[in-house]
């Protein structure tokens, strides 16, 4: 859920990042699943640059209330996993990274700054940047720009025979 939850909020400060005339900087917003890669054309659906690519790093889930107690007593069970976002900034049909870094750079900065400040939730702690925007230029015509954060994520669930069951699961929504 928290997963979840943080997939949307960050979709939803990519979306809000608007140029002077008031229309969206990235025309693609989604979860990273290796679009650009050469061996993916063709297999993908279409999407237009530039984009904003969305990939969690896997999560080291450790319980967080358990006192030693025995945990067929526990009703709530709660996990802290300490992870890594990786937002993929896609351009295309840049040939050159020294010509195109004046057009990039102030996008991939307003992306910094959208998910900087992005709060703290029930569910997730603040987002904090531990690696700026490094070109990844092997991908023929496309430059990918990658931009790290850390993040402290929360999932509570509760446990329903011997089962623990995530809260709030009935009433999923994905943000697209």
């Given at each position: 859920?928290?997963?979840?939850?943080?997939?949307?909020?960050?979709?939803?400060?990519?979306?809000a990042?608007?140029?002077?005339n008031?229309?969206?900087?990235?025309?693609?917003?989604?979860?990273?699943?290796?679009?650009?890669?050469e061996?993916?054309?063709?297999?993908?659906s279409?999407?237009?640059?530039?984009?904003?690519?969305?990939?969690?790093?896997?999560?080291?889930?450790?319980?967080?209330?358990?006192?030693?107690?025995?945990?067929?007593?526990?009703?709530?069970?709660?996990q802290?996993g300490?992870?890594?976002?990786?937002?993929?900034?896609?351009?295309?049909?840049?040939?050159n990274?020294?010509?195109?870094f004046?057009?990039i750079?102030p996008?991939?900065?307003?992306?910094?700054?959208?998910?900087?400040?992005?709060?703290?939730?029930a569910?997730?702690?603040?987002?904090?940047?531990?690696?700026?925007?490094?070109?990844?230029?092997?991908?023929?015509?496309i430059?990918?720009?990658?931009?790290?954060?850390?993040?402290?994520?929360?999932?509570?669930?509760?446990?329903?025979?011997?089962?623990?069951?995530?809260?709030?699961?009935l009433?999923?929504?994905?943000?697209?």
């Open positions: 859920m928290s997963e979840l939850k943080l997939h949307n909020d960050i979709v939803t400060s990519l979306k990042i608007v140029d002077e008031g229309d969206r900087v990235f025309h693609t917003v989604g979860l990273w699943n290796d679009q650009i890669l061996a993916n054309e063709g297999k993908e279409p999407f237009n640059y530039p984009a904003c690519f969305i990939q969690f790093a896997e999560i080291p889930w450790t319980p967080r209330n358990d006192a030693g107690g025995s945990r067929t007593n526990i009703t709530e069970e709660q802290g300490l992870s890594v976002i990786r937002i993929h900034i896609c351009h295309s049909h840049l040939e990274v020294e010509d195109s004046p057009l750079h996008k991939n900065l307003q992306v910094y700054y959208a998910i900087q400040g992005m709060p703290n939730t569910l997730y702690s603040r987002l904090n940047r531990i690696s700026g925007a490094i070109p990844e230029t092997n991908h023929d015509r430059q990918d720009w990658q931009m790290e954060f850390s993040v402290t994520m929360v999932q509570t669930g509760q446990i329903l025979n011997k089962t623990t069951i995530e809260a709030g699961t009433s999923t929504t994905i943000v697209e």
